[in-house]
């Protein structure tokens, strides 16, 4: 990892399980991975994918309120949007959710965790000994929510964290998932194979941000493409400028052979040719030159 | 062969135990916003070759109202499992213990997360399974109200089947009354065989469940009296459960405050519990007696007449035990158990704080104690520096690690595998 953040990536994102729906052969789960890897590293942003399946929005929203302070700011979550059929027979959902009801369970469990990142005001907490005040209380917010899947009342019981919010990851977007991914996300994964198609899915992203009143350059969205396939900078240079994205996420398969190919050959000659740079700033926010989360 | 030793644990609590540690002078007060704090402590306990630390966690704030949480510093923290993690890699030995809430977690998502755990420390991991009792909590996971006591421990108990079930590789496809489990676990098998198991319920219900599961049992005991019946009437149930006495360990919580005499330790305690404000203190005390009015009553008149409730039954009895005992009011009983929220609260030299502790120890009413500082860094500084070679030159105490992983510190067998 320390390689990978010599060579000035942006990011690693840890996967939990594969795209196939099997298990991960991974020893370490991906937010505990996360946890360890952000006191051995200094600048790299560090994205744990974690499903909304498997966890509780106040206990997950707890874990990434943790890790982003734990990382000094350095911190996301990948909620990927479709549900894993092997994932539900393994949490007490044998029969699993409809897609319809998946689609507005994982909705309602993003936008929980959300508002529990900001429930407290940035100078909520006061230390002063002499008063015997520890926190304002008028600026912690319990959310006080109830919905068609959950109902919380908060607030966390983790103080703010540097970003504010952990930067929100979506992936495996279907068509009906783009008004959200428009509205919500700092960063998209576009898992379509061929340069068209994630131009098209890009273009209708930024199209749909600028319609629900957002600035269609806060998201950005990064083409998937195999480490194992893409020999050489120009052909990902090319990959990028052909699908209009932002940037690239490379998956890399977890042998240390393909990460040693990886982190020696190819992110060397990426840097070489200046298709990867420092970004000035040490949150994660701040090398992808996003906002802070002003919603809600 | 070696005597029989002492196991200590380090409980971690942030800025310390004290409810007013945080507002001592030599308290962090950013502790729980501060992970390099945290690894500090690990590192102190570490070096005094501690067994474990051990992380409390609670799914909600500690206390419902704002006026008084805001007075507390127990309305932040880190994530246990989080902190844990950060722990496994910044240290080389002590084993690192969690709770976690069977109430709100599935066992497969904590069976994951433990083993990850176990395998990112190589083998030092543990799970403290607690039923959660608390309302708060209860709120943020939709829950109109908190469950039955009985019934969160029939969900603890097919928790703990499932949850060992996948930890030692027993064929999956559980389908049962609270969880449904079709695969195997896909996290490898750690160096430990499984994590350790750590129970706290001191209820009927507790005992058993920990008669069955447990390693390492911890307790809340003021007396002598009360450790010993409390320890006896744990290790008489294992052979139920074709358990033997040794394999699991009773650790009773201990919150000392040492100094180099009797009087400046006292000093220091008296300095402290100036420090509670009223109403923080009944505050405390209601949840305690799981009441909510317990400051209509005059704060120097006794104890009320109280119900049971459905909260912390073992507590509740403790307090109502020691006020009737002691005939203390409610603002003594108040101070008195914010100091050490129920736990046995030892004040005196090394050597006096060495002698009590030998005595449960040798008495058969402990086979260690979870060490509660009342505040960080200074107690835990002064107990590793002062009471802990005490311990050792009276050979209670290990002089060194006897092994890796947290199973060999506490000298338990590795679980059978089927």
């Known amino acids: 990892m320390r390689k990978v953040e010599a060579a000035d990536a942006d990011m690693v994102i840890i996967s939990d399980s594969l795209p196939s729906g099997e298990p991960s052969i991974s020893p370490f789960e991906a937010t505990t991975l996360l946890a360890a890897l952000a006191t051995v590293t200094d600048r790299i942003g560090l994205v744990a994918s974690a499903s909304t399946l498997a966890h509780q929005p106040y206990n997950l929203a707890r874990r990434f309120a943790s890790l982003d302070i734990i990382s000094h700011g350095r911190t996301g979550w990948n909620a990927t949007m479709r549900q894993n059929p092997r994932e539900a027979a393994n949490f007490s959902r044998p029969e699993g959710f409809s897609d319809d009801d998946f689609r507005r369970r994982a909705k309602e469990f993003i936008d929980i965790v959300r508002t529990l990142w900001v429930g407290w005001e940035h100078d909520a907490l006061l230390f002063d000994k002499a008063s015997g005040r520890f926190h304002d209380p008028d600026k912690m917010h319990p959310m006080d929510f109830t919905g068609e899947f959950f109902s919380v009342r908060g607030p966390l019981n983790v103080a703010r964290s540097p970003q504010d919010s952990p930067l929100l990851l979506l992936s495996d977007l279907e068509q009906a998932d783009f008004d959200f991914a428009s509205r919500r996300a700092d960063v998209v994964l576009l898992n379509e194979p061929k340069p068209p198609e994630a131009k098209a899915a890009c273009d209708k992203l930024r199209h749909r941000a600028r319609e629900a009143g957002r600035d269609p350059l806060s998201i950005k969205m990064l083409t998937v493409a195999d480490a194992r396939q893409e020999p050489d900078g120009a052909s990902l240079e090319a990959l990028c400028l052909a699908s209009g994205c932002d940037g690239v996420v490379l998956t890399v398969q977890p042998h240390p052979a393909a990460f040693e190919d990886f982190s020696e050959r190819l992110l060397p000659q990426l840097k070489r040719h200046g298709l990867i740079e420092a970004h000035p700033g040490k949150t994660l926010r701040d090398r992808l030159e996003l906002d802070k989360d002003g919603w809600p | 062969m070696t005597p029989r030793q002492m196991k200590l644990g380090l409980f971690l609590w942030a800025t310390g135990h004290h409810i007013a540690a945080w507002r001592h002078s030599d ?207 744990l290790k008489g149930r294992l052979a139920a459960y074709g358990r033997q006495p040794d394999d699991v360990k009773i650790m009773p919580g201990v919150a000392p405050i040492v100094a180099a005499t009797r009087a400046e330790a006292q000093a220091k305690y008296d300095a402290l519990q100036e420090l509670i404000p009223d109403e923080v203190g009944v505050a405390l005390l209601s949840s305690y007696l799981s009441i909510s009015d317990l400051w209509r009553y005059p704060i120097d008149g006794p104890l009320p007449e109280l119900p049971e409730g459905e909260g912390m039954k073992s507590r509740q009895a403790l307090v109502i035990e020691q006020a009737r005992r002691d005939g203390l009011s409610i603002r003594q009983l108040a101070r008195y158990f914010a100091g050490a929220r129920g736990h046995w609260r030892l004040v005196g030299t090394a050597s006096q704080i060495a002698d009590e502790l030998q005595a449960r120890f040798e008495g058969g009413a402990a086979d260690g104690f979870n060490v509660m500082p009342s505040w960080f860094p200074g107690e835990l500084d002064a107990f590793a520096t002062l009471v802990v070679p005490e311990l050792q030159r009276r050979g209670l105490f290990r002089t060194d690690y006897e092994g890796r992983t947290l199973r060999e510190h506490l000298g338990l067998k590795r679980p059978i595998r089927n």
């Open chain 2, 27 to 233: 308290a962090h007060v950013r502790a729980g916003i501060d992970i390099d704090h945290h690894v500090k402590l690990a590192r102190t306990a570490e070096a005094a070759k501690f067994d474990m630390v051990f992380c409390e966690d609670a799914a909600g704030l500690r206390e419902a109202n704002v006026q008084i949480a805001s007075q507390t510093s127990r309305s932040i923290g880190f994530e246990p499992i989080s902190l844990l993690s950060v722990l496994a890699v910044q240290t080389e030995r002590i084993g690192l213990v969690s709770t976690a809430s069977t109430s709100y977690n599935e066992p497969y998502g904590l069976a994951r997360a433990f083993a990850s755990l176990d395998n990112l420390s190589g083998g030092r991991a543990g799970w403290n399974l607690v039923t959660s009792a608390s309302p708060i909590e209860a709120a943020n996971f939709g829950a109109t109200g908190l469950r039955p006591h009985a019934d969160r421990y029939a969900r603890a108990r097919e928790f703990a089947t499932v949850i060992t079930g996948l930890w030692n590789r027993r064929a999956a496809g559980h389908d049962g009354e609270s969880f449904s489990v079709r695969d195997p676990l896909d996290v490898p098998p750690s160096p430990q065989g499984a994590p350790v198991m750590v129970q706290a319920g001191a209820s009927d219900d507790g005992k058993d469940l920990a008669a069955r599961t447990a390693d390492v049992v911890f307790s809340a005991a003021q007396t002598f009296e009360e450790a010993k019946a409390f320890y006896d009437d």
